[in-house]
């Protein structure tokens, strides 16, 4: 059993700066991928950031990011904790959403098989 717990939503002001987390629990092997996506009242789920470690990437942790939150947000992970890290700075209201982590992941019952797990999700407010 793998668990995502998001936290660190809540309200900012246009222009203000929030720290999202995600922690994830249980049997796990490892965790090649890390994405954050968000998903806004009416609009489709879309992809903010995603940090990617692997053999591909010499084992360095190599982020990309949507194209609208280029310059403002920073991904991040803590390879000890497996945990994930958002840094959301100059916001805006269009980055009203809620925000999901999402990790593939090898549980330790099957370290050969990835699988894709997701967190509850937790709410980013942006105020004018």
């Known amino acids: 059993q793998v668990q995502l717990v998001e936290s660190g939503g809540g309200l900012a002001q246009t222009g203000g700066s929030l720290r999202l987390s995600c922690t994830a629990s249980?049997?796990?092997?490892?965790?090649t991928t890390w994405t954050w996506h968000r998903q806004a009242p009416g609009k489709q789920r879309e992809l903010v950031?995603?940090?990617?470690?692997?053999?591909?990437?010499?084992?360095?942790?190599?982020?990309d990011y949507g194209d609208s939150v280029k310059g403002r947000f920073a991904i991040s992970r803590d390879h000890m904790r497996y945990a994930v890290y958002l840094q959301m700075d100059n916001l805006k209201p269009e980055d009203t959403a809620v925000y999901y982590c999402n990790a593939i992941a090898a549980p330790g019952s099957s370290p050969s098989v990835d699988f894709a797990y997701w967190g509850q999700g937790t709410q980013v407010t942006v105020s004018s």
């Open positions: 950031a995603t940090v990617t470690t692997s053999r591909k990437t010499d084992y360095k942790d190599v982020a």
């Open positions: 249980g049997d796990i092997f490892s965790i």
